[in-house]
């Protein structure tokens, strides 16, 4: 490698994008063919936050030198992260089939088809991936999560075993083997799988939301209360562990809680127009139209929540005028939440309120028998949603709700017993709901024509 590509590649892993762009600047002033520097150059721009120079000079990469598994190895990359799965998916497949012993192309070629719903094509690309590297331990990690998610639990557990022994400290691999073990009724097993996963990652919140709810499915409610506020002592806003809480506490025969206050913390509202848009109704027409056209819209894969429907990926990223507009609407609503609800020692929510906090958002389309299965927001402080366009069903009083969205009912995914307490509100063009991102929430099925289209929305601690 010559200097000033050294220099460039020290820049990068000292974390330090800009300065190497500048390197490759003046590398491909002088050679705007060098390979080396086109893909080194593309690399950085993407880690400084210029996802569009970084395709162009990838693209450019491409043009020049097609075949080249790098170049397009690093632009499925940048685009998996800009939510463009379809095309992340092709540009992962062309590296690989450049370079079939190239492991890295076949494992992200696997987890983008994975993401698109495409099981059996994600787990042929996981056995690629294994055949071209037999030690990739995280391709039989991946591979254990695509069987278990099409149902073959014994091929996972024989997966996520074999990705162990080439990475024991793996917790994320470990709860997934003891979830298999679980579904396999083998309750003691996965309940120690669970157990390990904790105590090799104590910070692994997932290993104790499992481990709580095989405690719950053994009889042991009271227990698994012990598990969630061992872990929250340290986390008291982790929202997967708090929702976790609130069914153990249903469990256990509690009655009503503070966690779940509907009254207290579901926040709806009704925007008014935003700059530039004459009426709500003007935007929401604008918003659905940007929508339907995004990049990034695809069919919901089973890993998500959404059914029979469709979802994009980030939203907040757009320069689109509607898209602008709808972040001033979020804000505001935020902003008025907040002030509503000053700081609370005693309640875990209002205790850990970000003092910093970040957007992002997405958006989902139902048709016919579209909805959303019961789910939370795991990363997330708050969250919400807003709703563009809502079939005529929804509003229809003899439809028991289709369509409506409801909060406190966990997933199937959890055991649990006790009857949740629950809260349906009919959406309406136009409407924002605030709430917990603990609070479990799922859109009741409909069978209708039309489209409902909303966009959903996380508060995330960190910086703006």
């Known amino acids: 490698m010559k200097p000033k590509l050294r220099r460039a590649q020290r820049h990068l892993q000292a974390g330090d994008p800009a300065a190497a762009s500048r390197v490759c600047r003046e590398l491909l002033a002088a050679d705007p063919d060098n390979l080396a520097a086109l893909n080194m150059a593309g690399i950085a721009a993407f880690q400084h936050g210029n996802a569009g120079e970084a395709v162009q000079l990838l693209e450019q990469a491409i043009a020049r030198h097609p075949g080249d598994r790098e170049a397009y190895y690093n632009l499925g990359i940048v685009c998996q992260a800009r939510g463009e799965v379809t095309r992340a998916a092709d540009f992962f497949a062309r590296a690989a089939s450049r370079d079939p012993g190239f492991a890295d192309a076949h494992y992200n070629h696997a987890t983008a088809l994975m993401e698109l719903g495409w099981a059996e094509d994600a787990i042929a690309a996981y056995e690629r991936c294994i055949a071209a590297e037999p030690s990739h331990a995280a391709a039989y990690s991946g591979l254990g999560f695509v069987q278990r998610g099409t149902g073959r639990f014994e091929d996972a557990v024989l997966s996520y075993e074999q990705g162990l022994a080439r990475r024991p400290d793996d917790a994320e691999a470990r709860s997934g083997l003891g979830i298999a073990l679980q579904a396999l009724h083998r309750l003691a097993a996965a309940q120690d799988a669970f157990e390990g996963a904790a105590s090799t990652d104590p910070d692994y919140s997932e290993a104790w939301v499992n481990l709580a709810d095989v405690l719950i499915q053994r009889g042991h409610a009271s227990a698994a209360l012990k598990v969630c506020d061992r872990y929250l002592v340290r986390f008291p806003a982790d929202t997967g562990v708090l929702a976790s809480k609130r069914i153990a506490l249903g469990e256990c ?212």
């Open 253 to 464: 025969g509690e009655g009503r809680d503070e966690l779940v206050d509907f009254d207290r913390f579901l926040a709806c509202s009704r925007p008014e127009a935003p700059a530039g848009y004459a009426s709500i109704a003007a935007l929401n027409g604008a918003l659905a139209f940007h929508i339907a056209g995004h990049p990034t819209l695809i069919d919901a894969p089973a890993s998500h929540a959404t059914r029979d429907g469709k979802h994009t990926g980030e939203l907040l990223t757009d320069d689109a005028a509607p898209i602008r507009a709808f972040e001033t609407l979020v804000r505001g609503a935020i902003a008025g939440y907040l002030a509503r609800h000053g700081a609370d020692s005693s309640h875990p929510l209002l205790a850990n309120r970000p003092a910093r906090w970040r957007l992002n958002a997405w958006s989902i389309v139902l048709k016919g028998r579209g909805h959303q299965v019961p789910h939370i927001h795991p990363s997330a402080w708050l969250s919400g949603v807003y709703y563009a366009q809502v079939p005529d069903i929804v509003g229809d009083e003899a439809s028991v709700q289709a369509g409506w969205i409801e909060f406190g009912r966990p997933g199937d995914e959890y055991h649990w017993a006790a009857p949740p307490r629950l809260r349906a509100i009919k959406p309406e063009p136009g409407l924002m709901v605030l709430f917990p991102s603990y609070f479990f929430h799922r859109t009741i099925p409909f069978t209708a024509p039309g489209t409902r289209i909303s966009i959903a929305f996380d508060v995330l601690p960190g910086k703006r």
